[in-house]
């Protein structure tokens, strides 16, 4: 049997299938692609990519050269561009508007052979302060309205290079999903002045099922309505909206947490493809009382087919209770 | 350079490439996956899936046994079914729904060889006529609220038996993408007292640019906001919202079209998986004024990543002009 889910933030329903659920084991995950060529990541590789925005250097080093433990650079095949006008226009009835915005690379250590869940916890704090310190500087550009930070693991969840690497894309539009969890957590502060995610936290620490594991600062779970099999999500128990204004502590608090994630998805999974997002508040000068900060991790085991383009409805095969546990249980290096 | 778009029904943006734009050649399409056993849809069969709920056969010739043309039969693992009550409760914060609904699966022709695209006219024909049938009959449960037909071809599209078959689900609510292109045109329509569609498609055939092919009653065009490269709609000429309202008459004038266009996509794109979906209005007393069906068609050509998951925004590498342009000049068979 299976039953109807609807989520609390946004609105959107789905399908979680409670009989003949999936287990861990039922899904096939691709082995890596092997590849040739030169990475453009890994030491000496620095002139094949576009010059460095930042880099974590030793004293003394040169820019766009080795020696650096993590480096953030333009995208070389960029989604949008930050030269040029923000013209919008119409064309009949359509509309358009000039495709600006940042498109950057966050390579998160110079080891080819590591990936992001290998890193110690020092680095993946400093992978995270990357990302703030990117966001931070971007909002100077009054074009932009929102910083998504991305990052895609493995082929099947897009991601084009092996070497560990994240992405951040700025935008002049604020996207449909942001747009969609602002307007659910708008809806339900106007009527109870609480924040959605605060209560959700809440009831979820209370029930203790779709928990995965919590630290000083953060909580990772799966969510009742997981649009996948292993979705899971890193909430600052704290509310805070933009996680741009994350602390030292907080960030260091986020690292401990995604990395014991990781490897507990990747043990859990056998090194499953994954893509994770950070949700965090547009770039406006207003403060967003409503809204939390999260990070989305999206392990990729099934194909989206007909039914879920032409509904946005996702039928999900493995209960986020079941996820949680088999996570929950899992065993993780230290 | 890139350029964003505006959807005009759903006001999705999304993020079209248009210099370095990626050609029909540029896509790698999966060979089909050798499976073994014997096929649940092929003569001889009919013991292996559920019983049928409607067929297409000779005169005399027994229900669940060889000699039909056409079959519908209930999905073996449905996503939900139709016994049960229609139970909705709370669970804290959450909502929870019993999985009420159909899944059924239209079995298009008795021979394993052919695709949706190889059948003739008249078999098309009576594809649609089945797909008009299944959702008028739906109709006399008062619990169902929308009935989704899709298409399923080739593994990465999601098809998970290779023998060419169609399926419908009816679902107790009305989904996000159709309440999202019903919002649209509802906005749209009390602003200019016009159908977007309509309008959409005299613009389009005055153009032409985006046209790919055109009969009596239907259109074919690339839509101006295309997720994904290749994608393609199917609209009727005439303004109805309900799919299942349309005429015999019409209904070869779509099976005509929908053929042309599977064979222009085949060949342009060498046979590649795909999914199409029909958005029809829901299943409500009123009638929709504001909503024109259509058929969407979606070439599975690229994978989804972080970017898409955490926007809802897709990056389109093929401009659909460029798209439009290669279907229109790819041969087809009559």
Redesign the interface.
Known sequence: ??????D?IT???N?T?TD?ALGPDAYEVEAPAERGGKCPFCYGSEGLTPVEIFALRPPGSASNGPGWTLRVIPNK?P???IE?DMARRG?????????IGAHEVIVETPDHARQLADLSTEEVTQVLSAYRLRSLDLRGDTRLRYT?I???HGL????TLEHTHS?L?A???V????R?ELKGAGAYYDFRERC?FC??LN?ELQ?EERVVAENRSFVALCP??SSAPFELWILPKGHQGDFAKSTDEELGDCARMLRDVLGRLRGTLRNPPY?????TAPIEPREREEYHWHL?V?PKLT?????E?????Y?NSTPPELAAKALREAQVAA
Chains 1, 2 share one sequence.
Request: glycine letters at 12%; a positive charge; proline letters at 4%.
């Open positions: 049997m299976s039953e109807l889910r609807r609390p609105g959107r329903w399908i299938v003949a095949f989604a949008l561009r040029g064309i009949g009835l359509y509309d358009q508007c000039s495709g998504l991305f990052k895609n099947s969840a897009g991601a992405q894309i935008l002049p539009i996207p449909k999903r942001v969609e959605v209560d959700m009831q029930d009742f309505v893509n994770f997002i950070v949700h989305e999206m194909r989206t087919a007909g039914f383009w032409g509904t946005g409805f039928i």
